[in-house]
């Protein structure tokens, strides 16, 4: 999911500079949204992780 946070943000730069003002704000919208839930995600797991980690030892 990182992965296509960093390609639309990629594409939100180059629409930028080409001047595309509309694809660059929905594209850089979309990297935002998918980057906060990777964030979100990330989160989850690692409390998961750390909470599975503790029963284990």
Do not use: C, D, Q
């Not at 509309?22 to 839930?37: D, E, K, T, V």
């Amino acid at each position: 999911m990182l992965k296509w946070a960093l390609i639309f943000f990629v594409i939100s730069v180059i629409a930028g500079a080409f001047g595309f003002t509309n694809i660059s704000a929905a594209a850089g919208g979309i990297a935002r949204i998918l980057f906060f839930i990777f964030i979100v995600i990330f989160v989850i797991f690692l409390i998961l992780g750390l909470v599975a980690g503790e029963t284990l030892f």
